[in-house]
């Protein structure tokens, strides 16, 4: 089975300082991740997936997130956060085989303080 | 490019209540999925159609919920009789069948709030 925990519920940062998002994985095959953005009363959005080439993976809006195999975590990070980053955020791995279905994991609440 | 279209919005109903939700995906996609995301939680897939065929329901409710996708285009969930703990959010997603392995990204709608009072 595959599946991603989210170790932290919430995070706040102030504006300006650094992002981390924390999330390992679970798979018994080289995995498909991805992060995704929810902001209050809008769509999930994608910022950024790993699909097995390069493990540094950038995304939009500066975040990015390094997949680690002999961590089995894939963070996000951005080097400075903005006000307009305070969402929920999703790490997710794609099941293996044609379905391509996703397993969210339970969310990452991120504030950003003035 | 238009996106992932849901209606309504909000839908507040009584418990054992019916309601409905409709989903039109981007042109073109032909996989369909229905999620429902509770408070706090990530979204659950409930279904997923190919064109108008189920690929997996296995976590559908079949006792209440139901799901069609008729014309491979848009679709409709139902849930008759409701229950409070359907109170949720609903997802619409759809993908394309085209790209490399792992690029089946998946385009999410606003969603719907469904509460059950």
């Known amino acids: 089975a595959q599946s991603v925990t989210q170790l932290d519920s919430h995070v706040s940062v102030s504006e300006g300082t650094p992002v981390l998002l924390r999330c390992n994985y679970s798979?018994?095959?080289?995995?498909?991740l991805f992060w995704y953005v929810q902001h209050p009363n809008k769509g999930l959005q994608l910022l950024l997936k790993?699909?097995?080439?390069?493990?540094l993976v950038k995304g939009i809006n500066g975040f990015e997130a390094e997949f680690k195999k002999s961590e089995t975590s894939f963070h996000l990070t951005k080097p400075s956060a903005h006000m307009s980053d305070a969402a929920e955020y999703f790490c997710?791995?794609?099941?293996?085989?044609?379905?391509?279905?996703?397993?969210f994991g339970s969310g990452t609440q991120l504030t950003v303080l003035p | 490019e238009a996106g992932v279209a849901q209606s309504p919005r909000y839908k507040i109903i009584e418990k054992r209540q019916s309601v409905a939700f409709w989903c039109n995906p981007i042109?073109?996609?032909?996989?369909l999925y229905w999620y429902q995301q509770i408070l706090g939680q990530g979204p659950k897939l409930l279904i997923q159609?190919?064109?108008?065929?189920?690929?997996?329901d296995s976590q559908l409710p079949k006792d209440r919920f139901s799901a069609e996708r008729l014309k491979g285009v848009d679709s409709t969930l139902k849930i008759q009789p409701a229950k409070l703990e359907d109170s949720a959010v609903y997802l619409c997603?759809?993908?394309?069948?085209?790209?490399?392995?792992?690029?089946?990204?998946?385009?999410f709608g606003p969603g719907t709030r469904l509460t059950v009072t």
């Open positions: 997710v791995v794609r099941l293996a085989g044609s379905a391509r279905q996703l397993t």
């Open positions: 042109s073109g996609h032909a996989t």
């Open positions: 159609f190919q064109n108008n065929g189920v690929v997996d």
């Open positions: 798979s018994s095959y080289s995995p498909s």
């Open positions: 790993y699909t097995s080439a390069a493990t």
């Open positions: 997603a759809s993908s394309s069948n085209s790209g490399t392995r792992g690029s089946y990204e998946q385009y």
